[in-house]
């Protein structure tokens, strides 16, 4: 019998939030026993967004296993601003077709008709981007794939809680016999950070330290310095009043984790911890004042990379794999994983060679774009990256100017340290920019630069 498969992702979980895996501050026993069962690819990213709701891409990517600008079908602008191409199939529509039992918990943040296609069963289901915690707008699952308005009522409790009562539930009632892919979809740490009690207590502001590149303002105006995410803090940042946001965000991620906590003792309860793989992430990860920003729309590290975890047969236990990967890459693994053909035309590459063991790079560089639309006008502003190894460049284009950024994340993991105008690294700012134009030409980014391309 294949795997079965338990993937459960946050909504703006740094890659570096997580108690073992990078910030003992941060109180996360569940994730830690997760991470010291299984293998952490550490090096995970998200290939950015065209959309200031970072989520939706990038859910929408990890869905279909296509790149970012491949992903859309901007030419159904009937159906939504962000329409997805209804000839995409996602990895639940695939496992589900494959004779797995697919059930789809908590936000989804994409069309209802491609949660239609992908589940055959599921509940407390969210459809919007954001919402207070304790006052999620539901959906109970429709076997007819239909979500109207209409039928949305507001859910009864925290939502991280709700979601996992109802995948709990789904647990319960699931049938012995038949493979499941249960994927459960939190909230959380998402603003409104507003952690029960006992969480929120667990993290006094004045007790927070503020992470090297914490800054009051950004060196330089990328764009989007004034985006709705960008206003939840004073301009320039007061550190008293970041420190309070971090420590909202930490208790947010450790609720989260003691929910998980339970989730995953009722999967053991349910006889199947043996046969599922368990699969941890995050949509993209939160800036929380580094860089004097707040959010995630940018290409810096704390946006760009998220926790990626897997636990279950045939993953090797307290493993660290530190090759480039995307978060995107989970399309063609799970296939992989489950034994089923992957589709020709997916961006994604299989992780299973360095999951189980081997010591392969599977990609030799990753590349990133963040831009508030499909489509530029003549005074938008984009943001691009590049990483290759440790270096790591970013060119960030205005109407009048291009802001150019070169990075050694060897010594300076915290992006401060500008080296593209040190004449030292002339030669590799070179390099590195035939790379980033050779990824946009590649991945079709409709921001190809007139000149030096």
């Known amino acids: 019998m294949p795997p079965n498969f338990l993937f459960l992702i946050a909504d703006d979980h740094r890659h570096d939030a997580i108690g073992s895996l990078g910030n003992p501050a941060v109180h996360t026993p569940t994730l830690d026993a997760l991470?010291?069962?299984?293998?952490?690819?550490?090096?995970?990213?998200?290939?950015?967004?065209?959309?200031n709701a970072v989520c939706m891409p990038s859910r929408a990517m990890l869905m279909t296993g296509r790149s970012l600008f491949r992903v859309f079908a901007p030419n159904l602008e009937d159906v939504s601003p962000y329409p997805m191409?209804?000839?995409?199939?996602?990895?639940?529509?695939?496992?589900r077709g494959a004779g797995y039992r697919t059930y789809g918990v908590g936000k989804w943040h994409n069309e209802p008709d491609l949660f239609a296609r992908s589940f055959d069963g599921g509940g407390s289901i969210f459809f919007g981007g954001m919402s207070d915690h304790d006052a999620v707008p539901l959906h109970e699952f429709d076997p007819d794939g239909v979500y109207t308005p209409e039928a949305m009522a507001p859910g009864d409790g925290f939502s991280t809680e709700m979601f996992v009562d109802r995948a709990i539930q789904l647990l319960r009632e699931h049938p012995a016999e038949q493979p499941f892919c249960l994927y459960t979809a939190f909230t959380s740490p998402h603003d409104p950070r507003t952690p029960p009690a006992e969480f929120a207590e667990m993290y006094p502001p004045g007790e927070i330290e503020l992470s090297p590149n914490f800054a009051r303002m950004h060196p330089f105006d990328n764009g989007h310095l004034h985006g709705r995410d960008e206003s939840l803090a004073a301009h320039p940042r007061d550190p008293d009043e970041v420190r309070q946001h971090i420590a909202d965000y930490y208790g947010m991620i450790s609720h989260l984790d003691a929910q998980i906590g339970r989730l995953l003792a009722a999967l053991a309860a349910s006889g199947h911890a043996e046969d599922t793989i368990?699969?941890?992430t995050a949509d993209?990860?939160?800036?929380?004042?580094?860089?004097?920003?707040?959010?995630?729309?940018?290409?810096?590290?704390h946006s760009l990379r998220v926790p990626l975890i897997l636990r279950g047969p045939g993953i090797p236990a307290g493993q660290r794999r530190e090759g480039l990967c995307y978060l995107h890459d989970m399309f063609p693994t799970i296939?992989?994983?489950?034994g089923l053909p992957v589709p020709s035309d997916c961006d994604g590459v299989s992780l299973v060679s360095a999951l189980t063991g081997q010591d392969v790079e599977i990609r030799d560089g990753v590349?990133?774009?963040?831009?508030?639309?499909?489509?530029l006008g003549s005074g938008d502003s984009t943001q691009r990256m590049v990483r290759r190894g440790s270096l790591k460049l970013v060119e960030t284009r205005m109407s009048d100017r291009t802001?150019?950024?070169?990075?050694?994340?060897?010594?300076?993991?915290?992006?401060?340290?500008?080296?593209?105008d040190d004449p030292a690294y002339a030669e590799r700012v070179a390099t590195m920019r035939r790379l980033l134009n050779r990824e946009r030409r590649r991945t079709g980014d409709p921001d190809m630069p007139g000149s030096d391309a």
Not at 284 to 301: C, I, M, P, R, S
Request: aromatic share 10%.
């Open 278 to 280: 368990v699969i941890y």
């Open 284 to 301: 993209h990860g939160l800036a929380v004042g580094q860089h004097g920003l707040l959010g995630k729309q940018n290409v810096y590290d």
């Open 35 to 51: 991470a010291a069962a299984g293998t952490a690819l550490t090096s995970t990213y998200i290939m950015g967004s065209t959309s």
């Open 335 to 338: 296939l992989d994983l489950a």
């Open 403 to 420: 802001h150019r950024q070169l990075f050694n994340l060897a010594d300076d993991p915290w992006e401060t340290c500008n080296l593209a």
């Open 367 to 375: 590349f990133a774009a963040f831009q508030r639309g499909q489509n």
């Open 85 to 95: 191409d209804p000839e995409i199939p996602t990895f639940p529509q695939l496992l």
